[in-house]
């Protein structure tokens, strides 16, 4: 309780450091009065925790009460110092390589180093938590189905929630009908046979003009442009094997 209560204090004080002017000079005030620093702990602290940190040896007067949670104060400090120890010690991932590291390119172009993989105890120790988290969601609640229901939501609500965004940024999107009516399919392909027709026309006409332009190709194309620049077949389509068996 000691502990929870100086950390609130400090949490307050840094809090109010930026935002009260004379948060300064007030916590000097309770630190250096102590009628002010009992009123102020007194209301903080339940009665419970100031009478047991009053209570006192009742032969040679020792403060009991004070030196237990001073000891319990320092055990929680060793133990949660040793524990981040041993945590960085087993579970901490490695350091980044020194020097030339292998990489890829991803289908975005952007650069991807080749690092070593996370450490199997890390790799356990996330699988442990995962799996207590998984419990404690099946255990939460007396209805089997309702805490069924809410392990499902909190293993695909982000999967859930990435299709529902998706799918209102589209219904929101501009489409092309939106900025200008489109043209028709069969308009398409007629408009297209359309120009592809007058195209030919034009390169052959272009090389009746000029009968010196099919000796600028390779040999095996020349008779394929002269043959065009005659009769304007520029696709010639093979002969199927079965009529020829036939």
């Known amino acids: 309780v000691v502990c929870v209560g100086i950390a609130i204090a400090c949490w307050a004080m840094r809090e109010a450091r930026g935002s009260w002017p004379y948060s300064t000079g007030i916590v000097a005030l309770f630190a250096l009065l102590p009628r002010a620093r009992e009123a102020a702990l007194t209301s903080v602290l339940p009665t419970a925790s100031s009478t047991l940190l009053s209570i006192t040896d009742p032969i040679w007067g020792f403060p009991v009460g004070r030196l237990f949670a001073v000891v319990l104060a320092t055990a929680s400090v060793v133990t949660v110092s040793f524990g981040a120890y041993l ?34 105890s890390q790799r356990l120790l996330g699988f442990a938590l995962w799996s207590a988290g998984v419990l404690l969601l099946l255990f939460s609640t007396h209805v089997d189905a309702m805490s069924c229901f809410l392990l499902l939501s909190a293993l695909t609500y982000r999967t859930l929630w990435h299709h529902v965004w998706q799918k209102l940024r589209c219904s929101g999107a501009l489409q092309p009908q939106d900025l200008r009516p489109l043209m028709p399919r069969i308009s398409f392909d007629l408009q297209g046979q359309v120009c592809t027709a007058h195209a030919v026309r034009e390169l052959q006409e272009a090389l009746r003009r000029d009968p010196l332009l099919v000796r600028r190709v390779r040999r095996d194309s020349e008779l394929r442009l002269r043959q065009f620049t005659d009769n304007g077949e520029h696709l010639e389509i093979p002969p199927d094997p079965l009529d020829l068996d036939s």
Do not use: M
């Open 87 to 120: 945590g960085i010690a087993y579970f901490a991932t490695p350091s980044d390589p020194e020097g030339p590291v292998d990489f890829s390119i991803g289908p975005d172009g952007r650069r991807i180093d080749i690092l070593p993989p996370r450490p199997w």
